[in-house]
């Protein structure tokens, strides 16, 4: 039974600092591909950074630079730290796995960016 608990959201100023965390109870990593996804008001739902067997494979142009996906194997969570935070990266955030046809999400993780 895999599921995905998000944390770390918050409110920031721009140029703040903040690490998302996620707890991936029943995820293999070197199995799962690993997601961290996001959501603003009025968008669709865009994929921000992907993470295969510890290995970062994919980062938006948007956060390129900024953010770092990140796993931790012994503890089972995954990460998102995410620097130089701009007013656009305002979103919801979420935890996703995909093992073969196998869809799992996070509930989310608010983060806000205002100064």
């Known amino acids: 039974q895999v599921q995905l608990v998000e944390s770390g959201g918050g409110l920031v100023r721009p140029g703040a600092s903040l690490r998302l965390s996620c707890a991936a109870s029943g995820v293999i990593f070197s199995i799962h591909d690993m997601h961290w996804y996001r959501q603003a008001p009025g968008k669709q739902r865009e994929l921000v950074a992907a993470i295969i067997n510890s290995v970062p494979t994919y980062y938006a142009d948007s956060v390129k630079g900024r953010f770092t996906i990140s796993t931790d194997n012994d503890k089972n969570m995954m990460y998102l730290q995410m620097n130089n935070l701009k007013p656009e990266d305002a979103a919801v955030y979420y935890c996703?796995?995909?093992?073969?046809?196998?869809?799992?999400w996070g509930q989310g993780t608010q983060v806000t960016v205002s100064s």
């Open positions: 996703h796995s995909r093992h073969g046809l196998r869809n799992y």
